[in-house]
């Protein structure tokens, strides 16, 4: 049979070319993937009986008369690939490629996923083969997402909440993928939950495991600013601008913020992440967490959940939870304005953020885009009119 390779379209004969033929006498069919389409076609093709090729003594499909035309191996191949995919001389030439199917002793073996309970219960995790059991199960991620969902599903259990008479059960977890950072260290996970009731009903379970971050609202009150004025005219505050791949940009602006460590408490990450991206020196004493002080002015039933007292930015999609913290500091007006345009963060982490002082008042305009700037906006603004700051 004839392995077609990348072809072309002529557009003096009408018809798809193929660059070249080759022969191979040990398989029977051809898969030829299109692409720009997920579809996989399967082609069946003719086997000259005598094993070899037939030949013409013209290179060029499209420099052949009409005659010898038809009898082209080339020409003969593409009307069956024609007919096959159904392609008119006005689409776009496809790229096909060729790729035969070897023989089972030929395959490189498949690595084992592994199955593994998770310890005092009955749920079933389905891992891939590059994250262990051990991994997983001392990932702080997992251990805080499976935790408040089991409660979370236990809460089901009062007879005044809504899936009560049918309650959804966590039946198992199959891991998709996992992403390391250096040092080998987990840093995310991409998981599918398999959350269902007794009717066989399911809850929407694709997670990005990734844990919890620390956002800080800076506001930098100059020193002829009297520190018990309760104008917020004159207030200073920090934005970042760096590249957030993700969100496809290259100068994001956003309040200071960082993943949490694995020891380390909210408070203190959120004063090392302000002097790695602003290079100013705060103590935890100064910090305020403003959505713990949110939280205590709400009042939750005995049956409600016990969600972290944080943000959560993308809940249908991620876990990622975030405690926002306020940081007023007093300084001399010429060294706020010296921040302006500063380079900062770890350079050896990938970070490259340049520092924008705005007015406390634009901050909702100039940090639009980024949802724990308007959260600690929300929350600033909120809990000063209340006298609780």
């Known amino acids: 049979m004839y392995a077609p390779m990348p072809s072309q379209y002529c557009t003096s004969c009408g018809l798809w070319l193929i660059s070249g033929t080759s022969w191979v006498s040990k398989y029977r069919a051809l898969y030829i993937t299109v692409h720009g389409n997920k579809d996989l076609f399967k082609v069946e093709l003719s086997v000259p009986q005598n094993n070899e090729l037939p030949k013409c003594d013209t290179s060029s499909t499209h420099q052949l008369n009409t005659q010898h035309q038809a009898k082209h191996p080339r020409i003969q191949l593409m009307q069956r690939l024609q007919n096959t995919f159904r392609l008119k001389p006005t689409q776009p030439s496809p790229t ?39 991994d997983l199960l001392s990932f702080p991620a997992f251990k805080i997402w499976v935790a ?8 089901q259990q009062h007879p005044s909440h809504e899936f009560h008479d049918d309650p959804y059960v966590l039946r198992k977890i199959d891991i998709q993928a996992v992403d390391r950072f250096g040092g080998n260290r987990l840093g ?19 997670v990005f495991l990734r844990g919890g971050s620390v956002g800080m609202l800076l506001i930098l009150q100059p020193n002829d600013i009297p520190t018990t004025s309760t104008s917020d005219k004159g207030k200073k505050t920090i934005l970042t601008i760096q590249p957030r791949i993700p969100a496809g940009s290259l100068s994001f602006p956003e309040i200071p913020a960082g993943m949490l460590d694995d020891s380390g408490t909210f408070a203190g990450s959120a004063a090392k992440e302000i ?34 007292r944080a943000v959560y930015p993308s809940p249908g999609g991620s876990d990622e939870f975030i405690p926002l913290f306020l940081c007023q500091k007093q300084m001399p007006l010429a060294e706020i304005e010296a921040l302006q345009g500063k380079l900062t963060g770890l350079r050896g982490k990938g970070e490259k953020i ?10 909702w305009k100039e940090g639009i885009r980024d949802g724990k700037t308007l959260a600690a906006w929300a929350l600033y603004q909120g809990l000063k009119g209340e006298g609780k700051i």
Not at 102 to 124: N, V
Not at 148 to 155: G, H, V
Not at 282 to 289: A, N, R
């Open 96 to 134: 096909l490629r060729s790729s035969l199917i070897p023989s089972r002793s030929l395959r490189a073996p498949a690595k084992a996923m592994s199955t593994f309970t998770i310890p005092d219960t009955d749920l079933r995790v389905n891992s891939i083969p590059d994250l262990s059991q051990k």
């Open 188 to 206: 995310f996970v991409k998981l599918k939950a398999d959350v269902s009731n007794g009717q066989g009903e399911t809850l929407p379970g694709s």
């Open 148 to 155: 408040t969902l089991q409660q979370s599903l236990a809460r």
């Open 354 to 363: 340049t520092l924008k002082v705005v007015e406390l008042g634009d901050l």
């Open 275 to 308: 002097q790695e991206e602003t290079g100013l020196l705060v103590e935890q004493s100064e910090l305020i967490d403003m959505t713990a002080l949110a939280l205590q002015a709400g009042q939750e039933p005995d049956y409600g959940e016990r969600l972290q």
